[in-house]
């Protein structure tokens, strides 16, 4: 078992930026992936960033490459999301989500460990 707890969500206005934290717990190792996915109001979940916990490979939405930059710190198992740019549209809640195998899908629905959620909220 995975236990994942996000946190720094919080509103900015448009331009600015956000850091998130997930804090992993429980079965944790290399072989792991952490993803990070958002959720606006009344639309379906979708794929933000990846990375494998190794730091060997880094996946992006487009929507949010050059913007957001995905990170881990090992000593503290904690992956980032460094948000720069925020747009109106980057408005959500942003999900930290785990894969133990190490399988990659943007689908949602493909992920095992999820957290609770915290909302970013960008305003023009």
């Known amino acids: 078992q995975v236990q994942l707890v996000e946190s720094g969500g919080g509103l900015v206005q448009a331009g600015g930026s956000l850091r998130l934290s997930c804090a992993a717990s429980?079965?944790?190792?290399?072989?792991?992936?952490m993803g990070w996915f958002r959720q606006p109001p009344g639309k379906e979940r979708n794929f933000v960033a990846a990375m494998r916990w190794s730091g060997a490979t880094r996946f992006y939405a487009d929507s949010v490459k050059g913007r957001f930059t995905i990170s881990r710190d090992n000593a503290t198992n904690t992956v980032n999301l460094q948000m720069n740019l925020l747009k109106p549209e980057d408005t959500a809640v942003y999900y930290c989500a785990a894969n133990t195998d190490g399988t990659f899908s943007y689908k949602a629905l493909l992920w095992h460990y999820w957290g609770q959620g915290t909302q970013v909220t960008v305003s023009s």
């Open positions: 429980g079965r944790t190792g290399n072989s792991y992936i």
